[in-house]
């Protein structure tokens, strides 16, 4: 999903540290970090990390209401205490990701009175799709899911549209029609965080470098959308940074460690690596000890979620940065469930804003408590 000129426009105001009062998507704007200020960024969790704003920066025209999704379905008021919404998270909340994210939404839940239910489908797809079959059978009327893959969970997508159950998706998109199979999406925006991991890297390597890509869980938009992200914006920016190597760590510190390992015994002129996400970060930075190479000095690390752990790495000069994935979308789901259900209405495209810490901001940061 490319960012548009807006969000570029506006998120160089964002990756300056500069506080931002309109509604952006913390995309590339082309600046790179190692020149970026030690302003604090603003989206951790402050009130602000739920402004959002659709892809092109507007809405796109009217959003989707009870009456317009899938033919119309019951009017309801998720907060009267009765109606019960099912949650449906992915991932293992070992994850601190995860474990933001399904906070995020529980908290929202008990401050709303929403009787919320949930379930936790540790990676697997096919025990997603059973989960939210099971969840409705229980009297879920509304479902909040984050999918473990873009594609698998037609099944439990279509008993949800039989039985004229709305269900919005966060964090990850399934393949389908929003308004239509699923009310709208809610998430980072993949493309431009992989934009910025390629100025920073570029930044801190003086734009020349062999790369080791860390990709993520094949068969959803993140991966993708993080892989080309970062491709794309090497071959528009940067032509003496080549890619050497490229493979999935499933988002797993195990399989990070494995990989990058194999990489580095495979390539010995790595100088860069790319992690899709911190959890493979974390293996990776194993792995080049192991190999008796310094993080940040021998080799240099961008990685993506802004997970505690990775930013206080960042602190210490072992990555160049952390470009934040924002897990906190309890609010922001619940406003957008009210609004379905209401006359507002929900874009079908919700960008969440997200921080960049780099070396110039990473401590302060962690010190105001703004990295989860
Ligand atoms: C991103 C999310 C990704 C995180 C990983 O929104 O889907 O999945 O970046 C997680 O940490 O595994």
């Known amino acids: 999903m490319n960012a548009s000129p807006r969000a570029r426009a506006v998120s160089a105001a964002l990756l300056s540290g500069g506080l931002l009062l309109a509604v952006t998507a913390c995309t590339n704007s082309g600046t790179s970090s190692a020149t970026s200020t030690s302003a604090v960024p603003t989206a951790a969790n402050t009130a602000d990390a739920q402004q959002v704003v659709s892809p ?10 009870y009456q317009s999704y899938a033919g119309g379905v019951p009017q309801l008021d998720i907060t ?3 109606t019960v919404v099912g949650f ?3 991932e293992s909340t ?8 399904t906070k995020s939404i529980e908290t929202e839940a008990k401050r709303l009175g929403v009787k919320l239910i949930e379930r936790n489908a540790n990676a697997d797809v096919n025990a997603q799709n059973s989960q939210i079959e099971d969840m409705i059978a229980q009297g879920a009327k509304v479902l909040v899911v984050a999918p473990e893959n873009s594609d698998g969970l037609g099944p439990a997508l279509a008993q949800a549209k039989a039985k004229k159950i709305p269900v919005l998706t966060i964090d990850r998109t399934v393949t389908g029609t929003a308004c239509s199979d699923f009310i709208a999406f809610i998430g980072s925006d993949f493309y431009g965080q992989a934009q910025i991991a390629a100025d920073d890297l570029a930044g801190a390597t003086g734009a020349k470098a062999h790369v080791a890509i860390l990709q993520g869980t094949p068969g959803n938009n993140v991966s ?3 892989t080309k992200g970062f491709t794309d914006q ?3 920016k940067y032509p003496n940074m080549s890619v050497v190597a490229s493979q999935t760590g499933n988002f797993d510190q195990t399989d990070g460690q494995k990989v ?5 015994q495979a390539h010995s002129d790595i100088n860069a690596v790319y992690a899709e996400n911190d959890a493979m970060a974390l293996g990776a930075i194993q792995a080049i000890k192991s190999a008796g190479k310094t993080p940040g000095k021998d080799i240099k690390i961008v990685s993506i979620d802004g997970i505690q752990q990775v930013v ?15 897990p906190r979308f309890g609010p922001l789901a619940f406003q957008s469930l009210k609004d379905f259900f209401g006359s507002t209405g929900v874009q079908p495209k919700v960008i969440i804003k997200d921080g960049h810490f780099t070396g110039a901001n990473a401590q302060q940061a962690l010190s105001q408590g703004l990295v989860y």
């Open 312 to 326: 206080q790495d960042v602190a210490a000069g072992q990555l160049v940065a952390d470009i934040e994935t924002n």
């Open 224 to 226: 993708a959308d993080r």
């Open 88 to 90: 449906s998270q992915s």
């Open 234 to 236: 090497l071959t528009a």
């Open 56 to 65: 092109s920066g507007s809405p796109s025209g009217p959003g989707c209401t």
């Open 80 to 82: 009267d205490g009765k």
């Open 94 to 101: 070992s994850n601190p990701f995860r474990a933001t994210e």
């Open 260 to 264: 990058m390992e194999q990489l580095l």
